[in-house]
């Protein structure tokens, strides 16, 4: 069965407004989740590690204030895309790694298609 | 994270072994190689990983140089399902999969 689940899986916003992602870990806690960004015909692109109890960590060129990422408890994580533009339309992914080993796998959600109109 | 390089595509018959390459030139000792996989607009499935053996599961084989420079990903009987972009990626954190173009597997009848 799946062990990370994203909610919604399709969203349809008009330009401006605000969405949120949530990406729920199923099987286990989770103080580490991780955000991906997909545009069509290209590869993944780590966005930002989510941290519960602290400030997510962004990589470089990702812009924080548009993309809020919280780490509510040990099994959720959500990330808004602030005032949307058609730009971020998207394939947005999250990840959780797995809870035995840190050189273990990752498990990725089934992905957030964005798209704004 | 050593940067990987792998082919853009490539086709295997159903039924074949399909064996994928990926050179990893600048691997670093505590990097290990993962292969994920990610069928058409859904999330990346983790296949296998390894640091210096040879590993095994129910989906796949990696065979990894005795270098650490090169790594092969074995299919032993494709399907129709496995059509899929293959990911190789070195990291020594689960937290950091830089992941770059993959190679486009197509599994023809």
């Known amino acids: 069965g799946a062990v990370v689940s994203q909610h919604p899986s399709r969203v349809i916003c008009k330009s401006g407004t605000s969405v949120k992602i949530e990406c729920r870990s199923l099987d286990f806690q989770a103080t580490t989740m991780f955000w991906y960004r997909q545009f069509p015909k290209q590869s993944l692109m780590l966005m930002a590690t989510?941290?519960?109890?602290?400030?997510?960590?962004?990589e470089q060129g990702v812009e924080k204030d548009k993309f809020l990422i919280n780490h509510a408890s040990l099994t959720l994580s959500t990330l808004t895309v602030t005032s949307a533009h058609p730009e971020d339309s998207s394939f947005y992914i999250c990840s959780v790694p797995s809870a035995h080993s840190s050189t273990d796998t990752q498990y990725f959600g089934p992905g957030t298609r964005l798209t704004v109109l | 994270d050593a940067k990987t390089t792998q082919p853009t595509s490539m086709d295997c018959a159903e039924g074949r072994a399909a064996n994928l390459p990926c050179n990893h030139s600048t691997i670093s000792g505590n990097e290990y190689v993962y292969w994920y996989r990610q069928i058409h607009s859904q999330g990346p499935q983790y296949i296998i990983h390894g640091l210096k053996n040879n590993e095994t599961n129910e989906m796949a084989s990696l065979i990894i140089t005795e270098d650490r420079k090169s790594s092969t990903l074995i299919l032993p009987h494709a399907t129709l399902r496995d059509t899929a972009v293959y990911y190789c990626?070195?990291?020594?954190?689960?937290?950091?999969?830089?992941f770059g173009a993959g190679t486009q597997v197509v599994v023809t009848p």
């Open positions: 990626i070195a990291s020594d954190s689960w937290g950091k999969l830089q």
């Open positions: 989510s941290n519960e109890g602290s400030k997510a960590t962004y």
